[in-house]
T-cell receptor, first 115, second 112 residues
C-alpha cells in the first residue's frame, strides 16, 4: 500500500512564527487531505488538496502530485494552532459502480505553539 | 461537524467481553469508516461501508466486525475484546464527490 511520511515529527514555535509541514507519499494518489487534531482529540479537516494550492486564512497548502509531496504552511502561528497535523492520502477504486477512497494516514507532526 | 455522533464516548471493559460501538450520522452520507488511533501508528482503517449492508475490510480488520442496517448507523463490534484493542476509535463519513472526510468525536475504549 501507499506509504506516507510526515516531517518534522515535532515542531515547537513561538506565537507569531511561520512554519512548513511536509508530507511525502510513495505512489500516485487521487486524494490528499490535511487534518488538525486539537488537544481535545477532535479531528478537523483542513484541506482537500490532491493537487495545486489552496488557502484558508493563515493556513495554505500545496500539493505537487508529480513529485509526490504536499506542504502545509502556517503563518503567524497562534497557541490555538497547537495539536497534531495529519496528512492522509488514498487512491480510488470502484464498488458497485461508484468510486470512493480509503485514507492512509501519516504519523503526524506534533506542533506546540508557545505564547 | 457533519452531524456525526459516537456512543459511548468512553468505555472500560474486561478481556473476553463483547463490545459494540455505534456511529450515527444525520446527513444521509453513503460512505462511512471506522479507524483506530494508537500512539506511534497514527490512524488506521478498520472497516468501511459504501452503503446499507455493503461493507469491507480495511488495514486492521482482524478481531472486528461491522454492520450497517440503516444509512445513518454504522456499528463496530469486538466479538471478544483483547487488551491490544485498547485504543481510541473514530468514525468518519465521506461527503461530496471529493471524498472529503469528516470525523466523529471518538470513543476511548480500555480493555483490562
Amino acid at each position: 500500500g501507499i506509504q506516507v511520511e510526515q516531517s518534522p515529527p515535532d515542531l515547537i514555535l513561538q506565537e507569531g512564527a511561520n512554519s512548513t509541514l511536509r508530507c511525502n507519499f510513495s505512489d500516485s494518489v487521487n486524494n490528499l487531505q490535511w487534518f488538525h487534531q486539537n488537544p481535545w482529540g477532535q479531528l478537523i479537516n483542513l484541506f482537500y488538496i490532491p493537487s495545486g494550492t489552496k488557502q484558508n486564512g493563515r493556513l495554505s497548502a500545496t500539493t505537487v502530485a508529480t513529485e509526490r509531496y504536499s506542504l502545509l504552511y502556517i503563518s503567524s502561528s497562534q497557541t490555538t494552532d497547537s495539536g497534531v497535523y495529519f496528512c492522509a492520502v488514498s487512491g480510488t477504486f470502484n464498488a458497485g459502480g461508484t468510486s470512493y477512497g480509503k485514507l492512509t494516514f501519516g504519523q503526524g507532526t506534533i506542533l506546540t505553539v508557545h505564547p | 461537524d457533519a452531524g456525526i455522533t459516537q456512543s459511548p464516548r468512553h468505555k472500560v471493559t474486561e478481556t473476553g467481553t463483547p463490545v459494540t460501538l455505534r456511529c450515527h450520522q444525520t446527513e444521509n452520507h453513503r460512505y462511512m469508516y471506522w479507524y483506530r488511533q494508537d500512539p506511534g501508528h497514527g490512524l488506521r482503517l478498520i472497516h468501511y461501508s459504501y452503503g446499507v449492508k455493503d461493507t469491507d475490510k480495511g488495514e486492521v480488520s482482524d478481531g472486528y466486525s461491522v454492520s450497517r442496517s440503516k444509512t445513518e448507523d454504522f456499528l463496530l463490534t469486538l466479538e471478544s475484546a483483547t487488551s491490544s484493542q485498547t485504543s481510541v476509535y473514530f468514525c468518519a463519513i465521506s461527503a461530496g464527490s471529493t471524498d472529503t472526510q469528516y470525523f466523529g468525536p471518538g470513543t476511548r475504549l480500555t480493555v483490562l
